[in-house]
């Protein structure tokens, strides 16, 4: 992790354009290369960034991140007042709740119930940027990354791309499609995975629960 407070102004070139004319920010790199900038203030949401895969290269005052679908996010920056970078070491994961923990359990013993024909391969599938939550096949024989979240938004559909920008870097998996699960996918989440190619599903969690109660069981 690497971190400045710095004098900065950021310019956005891609889908669209965006500019953060001259203030104090605070600028993150993180380990897997994603490039964040913060206002104080605002929450936890950054005003602009990168995800990874993408290429930082540092100029004199300036830094100029691009990634492969030809995204810009140039940041000039004036004066440093901090910097500082140290290793935080391999983390965890998010500890999921119950509800959301549970929904994935039943999720990958009834997969047919986000798409016809789609059987599981595996649990928690690792990626470099974390584990894509069920990884499956559809009747076609293609693989489809699924994420599962009590509700869907926005920070799911990013988390999801995330996965399958690694995932379909894998000759042995490509090409590799998206589905979000959730109980509520908010509509902006489903304008974002829209644009993204990446399926909605909605499920409901006490119907799925009846389902399992209905399957026979030796143990």
């Known amino acids: 992790m690497r971190i400045l407070v710095a004098d900065c102004s950021v310019e956005y070139e891609g889908r669209l354009s965006a500019y953060l004319p001259p203030a104090t920010r605070l600028i993150m790199v993180k380990a897997d290369g994603c490039v964040a ?27 100029v991140v691009t990634n492969p679908r030809g995204e810009r996010l140039t940041i000039s920056i004036s004066h440093v007042h901090f910097e500082s970078e140290m290793s935080m070491g391999e983390d965890p994961g998010l500890q999921k709740d119950g509800v ?3 929904l994935q359990r039943l999720l990958a013993e009834t997969p047919e119930v986000i798409e016809a024909g789609l059987s599981l391969v595996r649990r928690e599938f690792p990626t470099p940027v974390g584990p894509v939550d069920l990884l ?27 996965y399958l920008e ?46 399992e109660s209905a399957t026979l069981r030796l143990f």
């Open 37 to 63: 900038v913060h206002a104080d203030g605002g929450a936890y949401k950054p005003l602009n960034w990168m995800n990874a895969p993408n290429h930082l290269e540092e100029e004199d005052g300036r830094w």
């Open 136 to 162: 499956c096949r559809d009747g076609e024989g293609d693989t489809v990354a699924v994420e599962v979240k009590r509700r869907g938004d926005i920070d799911g559909v990013e988390q999801l791309t995330r």
């Open 100 to 102: 959301e923990s549970e």
């Open 166 to 211: 690694f995932l379909n870097r894998d000759e042995h998996l490509a090409p590799v499609r998206g589905v979000l699960v959730a109980q509520e996918i908010k509509p902006q989440a489903r304008t974002l995975a829209v644009d993204r190619a990446i399926g909605c599903v909605e499920v409901d969690y006490d119907v799925l629960r009846g389902l």
